[in-house]
């Protein structure tokens, strides 16, 4: 199973890695998304890429019992699919983290950025060479947001580690001690679930009540066949 999951405790990081006290303001502040919000997030997600997926495609939302949230993935979805959704929550974390700073829950000299084994992380089988090598098809990979805003790192089962930033080929990341590990976990019975083809229909019927009506469609059509109709008869009788 291809699923992101996303864990609900924070950690204060330093400069230097975790920070041996715990900030009391994160232990309450825990438990961020529920599967409903992370729904929400999802369907603003496809979006912003409305004609990229089948209709069919769904996204199954379960929340553990450790709080933790399991998106489960259509098996149709590539692997830089997978990264531009992994980034996408990981700009959600770190705009939570940056209103907490701001609402004064947390000293503005210490930094909360979350640690690798928090971050949403995402656990795929690669089945396409639209990010990796032929070589690696197969293969079990990790994928969370890097080191740069914009690029993700895959760490596949064998260790091999590589950073992607969507410009160009992954790079190989030399002397990386992180290493490929996926934790069991029992998925519960209530889910949320997400389909592309009612998330893209309902953004048309939003488009529809801002103004566009069905009336102003046929409209719109109606002038444009009436139009096309009367070019082709000028060129017509000029051809005479």
């Known amino acids: 199973m291809d699923y992101i999951r996303i864990s609900s405790q924070r950690s204060a990081v330093s400069g230097q890695g975790l920070v041996a006290e715990p900030v009391e303001v994160l232990t309450a502040h825990s438990s961020q998304l529920t599967a409903k919000e992370v729904k929400e997030l999802l369907k603003d997600w496809i979006k912003l890429y409305p004609n990229s997926f089948a209709p069919d495609v769904d996204f199954k939302i379960y929340q ?3 709080g933790d949230i399991i998106i489960q993935l259509h098996e149709d979805l590539s692997s830089m699919a997978v990264s531009l959704l992994v980034l996408y929550f990981e700009n959600i974390s770190q705009q939570d983290n940056k209103t907490t700073r701001q609402q004064g829950l947390v000293a503005e000299s210490v930094e909360v950025p979350i640690a690798n084994s928090q971050r949403p992380t995402a656990y795929i089988t690669i089945d396409d060479t639209e990010v990796l090598l032929k070589q ?4 079990r990979a990790m994928v969370f947001c890097g ?3 914009t690029a993700v790192r895959f760490i596949l089962e064998d260790n ?3 950073d992607y930033n969507f410009e160009k080929r992954p790079q190989p990341v030399k002397d990386c001690d992180l290493v490929f ?3 069991e976990f029992s998925l519960p019975e209530e889910y949320e679930s997400v389909r592309v083809g009612d998330v893209v229909k309902k953004k048309i019927d939003e488009v529809l009540e801002e103004g566009l009506t069905p009336t102003k469609l046929l ?3 109606l002038c444009g066949a ?3 109709s009367i070019g082709f008869l000028i060129v ?3 051809s005479k």
């Open 64 to 66: 553990l019992a450790d």
């Open 136 to 139: 690696n098809e197969g293969k």
């Open 147 to 149: 080191q740069q805003p």
């Open 160 to 162: 091999y580690v590589l």
């Open 181 to 183: 590990e996926e934790a």
């Open 219 to 221: 409209i719109y059509f």
């Open 226 to 228: 009436i139009g096309l």
């Open 236 to 238: 017509y009788f000029m």
